[in-house]
């Protein structure tokens, strides 16, 4: 999507997509063949034709240890993936990975810190809760990533303040801040953007729409969603694109994938060299149980988010194409 511009002029491309879990072998083994190898296969090409790549990693990259909490059949799932597979986000094109989420403390202190050094070793950037931020120079630009999530903070929408703050003091150290973060309810149910605060089986959620507006006015260029396990609406917001829920992309057999979970969303965008957004496309796949992503002719994804944005966001100056394509209304479409 980089088009012809040079690279004296050149924006940055992002693709990205929700949650990523290739497997678990906790409590039941359930893990793809091929140690995972393949299971990205399908969208490798269109992680590596963009300048960045990002993805939320569900459960911790380790092996043995203990659980730090009990499985509760439908309100509580643990994942542990072997750390591996950290090799096989790399060679997909993934650059970066979230931590700020509810499954990446699964297995405790030990298991975070194995998550954190199978990624070292394999190459992909991440950032989590608190600490690292990950950043990147691209054709001079340089780029930061932020994860926040919900629950205790310091990276916590449910307490937006300190990170708020967090945002305002990073944004002008960099020429593009991107956020991602991991809040929201969940489920089939939890389709639309709900106005202010949203919970999940009681626990508090976070305010999306209020977080990512204010986040944009203190200096983010780009707010990606996830957690919900569906996709949900996108919005332009001050020139600023935010996708409030990009679901599951790559959850083998540990996450729901019926009906509208199943959805499996690739977004890639287009930023100027100021963070505004340009233009953006949908590549829409489709999981069903355990396996991994393949392409959907339907557009399913594309089709569902499209209809969502207008029925949640219809003041959003957004024009969506027939292909997947979205840009700002008005904006003419460039000849090929």
Do not use: C, W
């Amino acid at each position: 999507m980089a088009g012809t511009a040079s690279a004296q002029t050149a924006g940055l491309t992002v693709a990205a997509v929700g949650d990523v879990m290739m497997g678990s072998d906790f409590p039941t083994p359930r893990l793809p063949k091929d140690q995972g190898r393949n299971l990205l296969t399908p969208a490798a090409p269109l992680f590596q034709g963009a300048d960045l790549a990002l993805a939320n990693l569900e459960g911790p990259l380790f092996s043995g240890g203990d659980p730090a909490k009990e499985p509760l059949k439908g309100r509580r799932y643990l994942f542990r993936t072997p750390p591996s597979y950290a090799r096989n986000l790399k060679k997909a094109g993934i650059s970066f990975v979230s931590l700020a989420n509810n499954h990446a403390l699964d297995f405790g202190r030990d298991g975070l810190t194995s998550t954190r050094e199978a990624l070292d070793a394999a190459g992909v950037a991440y950032a989590g809760k608190s600490g690292q931020v990950a950043e990147f120079q691209v054709r001079g630009l340089k780029v930061a990533v932020l994860a926040l999530g919900f629950g205790a903070g310091p990276r916590s929408i449910v307490y937006p303040e300190r990170a708020l703050a967090e945002v305002a003091e990073l944004a002008p150290r960099y020429d593009i801040l991107i956020l991602s973060v991991h809040a929201g309810a969940e489920g089939r149910g939890a389709l639309h953007v709900a106005p202010g605060p949203e919970t999940f089986l009681n626990e508090p959620r976070g305010d999306l729409v209020r977080f990512a507006h204010a986040a944009i006015d203190r200096g983010a260029a780009l707010v990606l969603g996830h957690g919900p396990h569906v996709p949900r609406a996108l919005e332009l917001y001050k020139g600023r694109l935010i996708a409030y829920s990009l679901g599951n992309f790559a959850t083998y057999g540990g996450v729901s994938v019926v009906g509208e979970s199943g959805y499996a969303p690739l977004i890639t965008v287009q930023l100027s060299r100021d963070g505004s957004f340009e233009k953006g496309r949908v590549d829409s796949f489709l999981q069903t149980f355990q396996r991994g992503p393949v392409r959907d002719p339907k557009q399913r994804a594309y089709r569902l988010m499209r209809r969502l944005s207008t029925e949640d966001f219809p003041g959003s100056p957004l024009s969506f194409g027939p292909d997947g394509e979205f840009r700002a209304a008005g904006t003419p479409k460039p000849k090929e």
